[in-house]
């Protein structure tokens, strides 16, 4: 494409072969578009260098489908959400019920993945089970995600004594392996679900509290907090 089939509209902005320099005039032509002109009668509305620009399918296409790994992620894990919410629907047989007259059986249209020992309906008890995991995972995930970053973020903006404390508390934590501090927890407070899901998250906090607390040492001197602190911001609005 020749430089000449830039409108002279964008002379005025900046891009013209009089009033650009040669990498903006060479941003200008590579993309066929200065505010918003088509390229190839196909094209996505977006923001480029030069203002607002369109994007080609090919571009877009290409970026689906380098990321087609995350997609297929994602869809997995929607199923088996989705498996676990509707267990109970979904389901063919009671996922306890024991019938010794069809243990081990294989797989076939009455029991899709065959049965235990005891009889029962291997499919019914793995979508039974979803549900069990994702009770777990997901109140531990976010519990352990709230309280890593808070801890992280008072250590690291406090500093001083506070971090002192909080930093000898996460060594103590990382010198002991995460499954003997779990069954430590577990023997203290007894079997159970509740005590699971205790001992789980005891074990699991330090280390996103120790991811959060060294960026935190570092954003707390930018320009930026130290110009709050200046004007009178407290602590808890910075």
């Known amino acids: 494409m020749e430089a000449g089939r830039i409108r002279p509209s964008c002379a005025s902005r900046g891009v013209g072969p009089g009033h650009a320099s040669d990498r903006g005039l060479r941003t200008a032509i590579r993309i066929g578009v200065c505010g918003g002109e088509s390229a190839g009668g196909r094209s996505l509305r977006g923001f480029g260098p030069t203002g607002p620009v369109k994007m080609s399918l090919s571009g877009w296409a290409r970026g689906v489908r380098r990321r087609w790994i995350g997609f297929t992620g994602g869809i997995i894990l929607g199923l088996f959400l989705l ?30 993945l065959g049965t235990d020992q005891l009889g029962r309906d291997v499919f019914s008890r793995l979508l039974y089970g979803a549900r069990s995991t994702l009770g777990l995972a997901i109140p531990i995930t976010l519990a352990v995600t709230a309280i890593g970053i808070v801890v992280g973020l008072v250590a690291g903006y406090f500093g001083g004594w506070i971090d002192m404390i909080i930093s000898a508390l996460l060594n103590a934590l990382f010198a002991l392996p995460g499954l003997l501090l779990t069954l430590a927890v577990l023997a203290l407070l007894g079997p159970g679900r509740l005590s699971l899901l205790v001992a789980l998250i005891a074990a699991g906090w330090a280390s996103f509290a120790r991811i959060v607390r060294g960026p935190v040492l570092v954003i707390r001197e930018s320009g930026y907090v130290e110009s709050a602190r200046a004007i009178g911001a407290t602590d808890r609005r910075i």
Do not use: E, M, Y
């Not at 063919?92 to 019920?97: E, F, L, S, T």
């Open 83 to 112: 498996a676990g919410i509707l267990a109970s629907v979904i389901a063919p047989q009671d996922p306890n019920k024991i019938d010794l007259t069809d243990d081990l059986l294989g797989p076939g249209p009455r029991h899709l």
